[in-house]
């Protein structure tokens, strides 16, 4: 097969391969503006370093968008064993967790497969439950996301929940608790492997564990800001290209796999692109703010850009792209396209996997969600049992190479230069028809019924 984007493709991997700028990156977001959390100083400093970062590179109507969310600032946390033995525990309370003083006995549920909490409803009531942050628990399929397992846990009438790390030496591992914009109603803690496994056998020897937990977090309307910016298309301007990723870390990091590999990696290819390619169609860049506690950016551009969606050809998420272990493109369930994205792969004489998977747990999913045809760049032929390091203080700059923030950034451009340049483009979005129809596929009825049970506790 021969290749007619070959002088570009040469221009933009010669570029990426020879240049520092994507690790400069990298360090400036992490070591100079630290996490990045919704509500920190760091995090307008960097949408402010991306606005310019874009602008430097040649984009077009590069601007911040604000909007408004519940934001939620970590206080003091402590957690004490009262029975059978009396022993502090170090913990951290898990973002949109409220302030509470609270006693309640623990129920250990292990990794927290979803028929467990059938198996177990009674016990659960009233007390704290424990579940570990695997990912994959034996038996199912899909990911069981913290957020299913906190969620589970206030549908079961428990008192409050506590995230065991399944990794040992990482720590305590943080991620949001709160849904549909609004603070989780029970309280949320994490802990260490270490600490989870020693309470496990107090409770194996003892047959119960009673603990009392104060924090004293606070709830308050904050700001963030998207940063969008454009290189605009020469013959088709209006229809676009979108390529993005949330620049917020969580407040004990500094967030370098997750996000800001990815951020920098999307940074490189504007870089590449703006100096190098003409493209017919636009290619927009978009920086989403707090995506840790819900998405909440990538939401509110989708409902700000409502009569502009339908214009999307097609969204490609990078969140952490650049610290994955391998770089795949998952698309999110669009078949249609496979034979493209087979027919990109090998012209550009690249190994990558191509899946047709998709998952609700980063931004694309406020884009599929609405029709957008999505993909990622993702691991698609690794998986893990977890997030290994990731949602610990332990992401730092040290744990990402610039080999893997080149490869990302380099095979995010060359698809999106296709995509672009594409004429015969196979797919059209999704009508709420189409979307509700996906996400009630039979292999879905479980999470489905459980999301429809969270809307109705948090929408009444
Ligand atoms: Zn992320």
């Known amino acids: 097969m021969t290749n007619p984007h ?5 221009k933009i991997l010669g570029d990426i ?6 690790m400069d990156n990298l360090e400036t977001l992490c070591d ?5 959390f919704g509500g920190t100083k760091g995090e307008k400093r960097a949408a402010d370093f991306l606005k310019a970062k874009m602008e430097e590179y040649g984009l077009s109507n590069v601007h911040l968008e604000p909007f408004d969310y519940l934001g939620w600032e970590r206080g003091s946390a402590s957690l004490e064993i009262i029975s059978p033995i009396q022993k502090n525990i170090p913990c951290i309370t898990l973002p949109h967790s409220p302030p509470v003083e609270i006693e309640a006995e623990i ?13 177990h409803a009674e016990e659960i009531k009233g007390k704290f439950l424990m579940a570990n942050s695997e990912l994959y628990p034996k038996g199912i399929k899909r990911w069981v996301h913290r957020q299913e397992k906190y969620g589970r846990s206030l549908l079961a009438d428990a008192a409050g929940f506590i995230f065991v790390n399944h990794y040992p030496g990482y720590g305590p591992a943080t991620g949001g608790v709160g849904s549909h914009g609004k603070a989780g109603p029970i309280p949320g803690i994490s802990i260490s492997y270490e600490d989870g496994t020693f309470i496990q056998r107090l409770a194996k020897k003892h047959g119960s564990v009673k603990i009392r937990l104060s924090s004293s977090d606070k709830l308050r309307p904050m700001t963030s800001w998207n940063v969008v910016g454009d290189l605009v298309g020469t013959e088709k301007p209006e229809e676009i290209i979108m390529i993005g990723s949330h620049y917020d870390g969580h407040d004990i990091a500094q967030g370098a796999s997750d996000p800001a590999s990815g951020v920098v990696s999307v940074l490189e290819t504007a870089r590449v692109l703006g100096k190098h390619a003409q493209l017919p169609r636009t290619i927009r860049f978009a920086f989403w703010g707090v995506e840790e506690i819900g998405l909440l950016g990538s939401k509110a551009y989708v409902r700000d850009h409502a009569a502009e969606l339908s214009q999307i050809r ?9 610290g994955m272990p391998s770089k795949d493109i998952n698309l999110h369930a669009w078949q249609e396209l496979q034979s493209t994205f087979e027919g990109f792969r090998e012209e550009m004489v690249q190994d990558f996997a191509i899946g047709q998977n998709f998952h609700s747990a980063s931004d694309h999913y406020s884009f599929l969600l609405e029709g957008v045809i999505t993909g990622g760049v993702e691991p698609v032929r690794e998986t893990r049992s977890g997030r290994g390091y990731g949602h610990t203080k332990f992401d730092t700059v040290d744990k990402v190479t610039i080999l893997g923030l080149r490869d990302a950034a380099s095979l995010a451009a060359r698809i999106l230069l296709r995509v672009a340049r594409v004429d015969n483009w196979l797919a059209s979005p999704r009508d709420a028809e189409s979307v509700r129809a996906l996400l009630n596929q039979p292999q879905f009825a479980e999470i489905q019924a459980f999301r429809k049970k969270m809307d109705a506790y948090f929408e009444e």
Do not use: K
Request: glycine share 10%; net charge negative.
């Open 6 to 10: 070959l002088p570009l493709d040469q």
């Open 17 to 22: 391969y020879s240049s520092r700028e994507a």
């Open 32 to 36: 100079d503006f630290g996490s990045r």
């Open 107 to 119: 129920f250990d549920i292990g990794a927290g497969f979803p028929a467990d909490f059938d198996t």
């Open 314 to 322: 097609f969204y490609l998420n990078m969140d952490a792209a650049g």
